[in-house]
């Protein structure tokens, strides 16, 4: 191919990737939107909350590639869901830690049950060493850690 033939988007890794990725969240995106009105953003600042424990928000920034005006508005959102309460840093007082009340920890072990199935289904039919290379393949593109 020369720089001057014209691109396919059907044949655009990012593309494709962004395509397959909405496609195959739209599922789950129902589930966790109809059972407690949250967004994708929600879901993944609960996700790493409910993952890792206490964080302050520029961590779950750094590990969920979010903007960071996009986690502060999920928190606000779950902290009004009272499925979040922040603490204060005493030792810096610009920093608060995040920390799931009771009802986020258990709406957290609904929705990871229901990733769990759903990763299950879609992982059905893919052979273990297929699935393993595109795990790493797609793990090394999103520079994910181990």
């Given at each position: 191919m020369s720089v001057d033939d014209?691109?396919?988007m059907k044949d655009f890794l990012p593309y494709l990737l962004n395509?397959?990725?909405e496609e195959i969240s739209m599922?789950?995106?129902r589930v966790y939107k109809e059972r407690y009105g949250m967004l994708r953003t929600d879901w993944r600042v609960l996700f790493h909350l409910g993952r890792y424990g206490d964080l302050i928000s520029s961590e779950i920034v750094r590990r969920s590639k979010l903007?960071?005006?996009k986690v502060s508005r999920a928190v606000s959102r779950l902290e009004t869901k009272r499925f979040l309460?922040?603490?204060e840093v005493p030792q810096d007082r610009r920093q608060e830690v995040l920390s799931l009340t009771p009802a986020g920890r258990a709406a957290y072990r609904d929705l990871s049950v229901?990733?769990?199935?759903y990763n299950q289904r879609l992982w059905q039919g893919i052979d273990p060493e297929d699935r393993a290379r595109i795990t790493r393949f797609l793990a090394d593109l999103a520079k994910l850690e181990g």
């Open positions: 014209d691109i396919e395509q397959a990725g599922e789950f995106q903007h960071k005006t309460v922040r603490r229901v990733a769990q199935e």
